[in-house]
């Protein structure tokens, strides 16, 4: 799997759009991009995934690069209840199952 | 539609003891995971197993046991606990559908289980 970067801490304001960037540009055709959260104690909660196409739902949006090198995930309207560890992971789908890895990720917190 | 449910949420160990999480999904998933959080970390894979009956090692598997005897339980055995198998464990679960392969990658997770070895 492709290996992500992404920045240790962002902070933003409680109503405002949050955009958490994810560097992945070794990603390969076949690999989706995947965002998890998890909230402080909590069991990882799934976002969004998505190949090459911007993708939306009632979460959050993710834009991927035309040359899919990097994406954002974007919370639109940040409440204090999304402050979490934001994971973006790069998958490949098909063939046998094995672990999804999850790395450091950015701990996002929304300010009041 | 509870999901993932982990049984017990907290439990404390001497050195040495035995015992088993269980992890329950209602969701017919064929893929079933556990995974360990220590403090600060991130998740890291114990064991795995993608369908009833097979059980695969995953990233830290030593000092674990698993079993998959039914689709729906996927059980998580310490036979001699020790302090450095304190952490956060977290079952999860996720499942093929037909026409969206990439599903397989779409976990649902429980809400985990403390275990403090002394």
């Known amino acids: 799997d492709a290996k992500t970067t992404q920045p240790p801490s962002m902070d933003c304001a409680e109503g405002r759009a949050a955009n958490l960037p994810c560097n992945h540009s070794?990603?390969?055709?076949?690999?989706?991009v995947y965002w998890y959260r998890q909230i402080h104690s909590q069991g990882p909660q799934y976002i969004i995934h998505?190949?090459?196409n911007n993708e939306t739902n009632e979460m959050a949006s993710l834009i991927i690069t035309e040359d899919r090198k990097s994406s954002t995930l974007i919370l639109p309207h940040a409440t204090l209840r999304d402050t979490a560890v934001y994971y973006c992971?790069?998958?490949?789908?098909?063939?046998?199952?094995?672990?999804?890895?999850f790395g450091s990720g950015t701990q996002l917190t929304v300010l009041p | 539609n509870a999901g993932v449910t982990q049984t017990p949420k907290f439990r404390v160990l001497k050195t040495g003891q035995s015992m088993t999480l269980l992890c329950a999904q209602d969701?017919?998933?064929?893929?079933m995971y556990w995974y360990r959080q220590d403090p600060g970390m991130g998740l890291r894979l114990i064991h795995y197993?993608?369908?009833?009956?097979?059980?695969a090692k995953g990233e830290v598997p030593d000092g674990y046991n698993v079993s998959r005897l039914k689709k729906q339980n996927f059980l998580l055995g310490l036979e001699s606990a020790a302090p450095s198998q304190t952490s956060v464990y977290f079952c999860?679960?996720?499942?093929?559908?037909?026409?969206?392969?990439?599903?397989?990658?779409?976990?649902?997770f429980g809400a985990g289980s403390r275990l403090t070895v002394l």
């Open positions: 999860a679960s996720s499942s093929w559908t037909s026409g969206s392969l990439s599903g397989a990658n779409v976990l649902t």
């Open positions: 070794t990603i390969s055709g076949n690999e989706y």
């Open positions: 998505g190949l090459k």
């Open positions: 992971i790069v998958r490949v789908v098909g063939g046998s199952a094995r672990q999804l890895t």
């Open positions: 969701m017919n998933h064929e893929y």
């Open positions: 197993s993608v369908g009833e009956g097979t059980t």
